[in-house]
């Protein structure tokens, strides 16, 4: 149906992608741990809406010319490492005094920002547009009249699985230190391994390769 083939084979394959420890995972995994749930599922909503762009731009051809262009690639790349090393460093600096202070900015997260960090950290990724040009037309009948359709379809499809495995990743991670990040000591550290995590990501995805 809609030229598509071996869909169960397709949708076991990326359930087990999902679940894959990635970028993503950590990503998620520091937000909700350092900032709480609702910060958490809002992370894992930003890469959602920042892979659904992928899936488009892949669907209307654009994500070709990452795949053909160097330059292009480097640029996109080198943006997001840069953003995500951005990102580690205030988190790792940032600093409270008490347990009142660290109250108040739990209240006054900016959770716009958090999602639209979500978003910028996938979309500035072009290791992701690489994977769904090579990983969804082995799914697609090349004989098929709309291909197009196809491919949106099932990039839609590994959206859905794995957005719900991200928002239970924030959930239950959220759940298991919502207790210890009300220890100011605590918290600190978590604001630098949230940081280093970030730091890390940014440094693997400026020296990653095609």
Known sequence: MFGIINFETFLIAGIILNITPSADTMYILGRSIAQGKKAGILSALGITTGALFHVIFATLGLSIILAKSAIAFL??????AAYLIYLGLKSFFS???????????????????????GILTNILNPK????????LPQ?????????SLSFLILGVTFLITG????????????QLSSRIRKNHNFKLWLNKITGSIFIAL???????KK
């Open 75 to 80: 640029i996109v790349k080198y943006l997001g």
């Open 128 to 135: 992701v547009a690489l994977f769904f040009l090579a990983f």
């Open 202 to 208: 940014g440094i693997k995805l400026a020296f990653s």
């Open 163 to 174: 957005t719900l495995w991200c928002l239970l990743l924030a959930i239950f991670s959220s």
């Open 139 to 147: 799914f697609i009948n090349p004989d098929y009249y709309n291909t």
């Open 95 to 117: 600093k409270s005094s008490n347990d009142f202070e660290i109250i108040q900015k739990q209240e006054t997260i900016n959770y716009k920002k958090i999602y639209l960090s």
